[in-house]
């Protein structure tokens, strides 16, 4: 890749990162549900920065541990 596309990733290469297939990139992108995009041609390459944020936008949080009472 030429060095303005350093900070991106080619489609296989998301999809490695995240450990699913190109296929499951293009039903998340259908869903409007997955990492961000940018098209040149017909090529699809993620900025690393905007798969991270979307990434941090996923996780969540755990439900606080409800006291148990004691039963007599």
Same mark, same amino acid.
């Given at each position: 890749?030429?060095?303005?596309?350093?900070?991106?990733? #080619?489609?296989?290469?998301?999809?490695?990162?995240? +450990?699913? #297939?190109? @296929? #499951?990139?293009? /039903?998340?992108?259908?869903?409007?549900?997955?990492?961000?995009? #940018?098209?040149? +041609? =017909?090529?699809?390459?993620? @900025? /690393? %920065?905007?798969?991270?944020?979307?990434?941090? +936008? /996923? $996780? $969540? %949080?755990?439900?606080?541990?409800? =006291?148990?009472?004691?039963? =007599?």
């Amino acid at each position: 890749m030429s060095a303005i596309l350093d900070e991106y990733l #080619t489609a296989p290469d998301m999809a490695a990162e995240l +450990g699913v #297939t190109v @296929r #499951t990139l293009e /039903r998340w992108h259908a869903e409007r549900n997955g990492p961000p995009r #940018t098209l040149i +041609g =017909k090529r699809r390459f993620y @900025r /690393r %920065q905007g798969a991270a944020e979307w990434l941090r +936008g /996923r $996780e $969540e %949080q755990l439900p606080q541990r409800r =006291k148990v009472r004691a039963t =007599k």
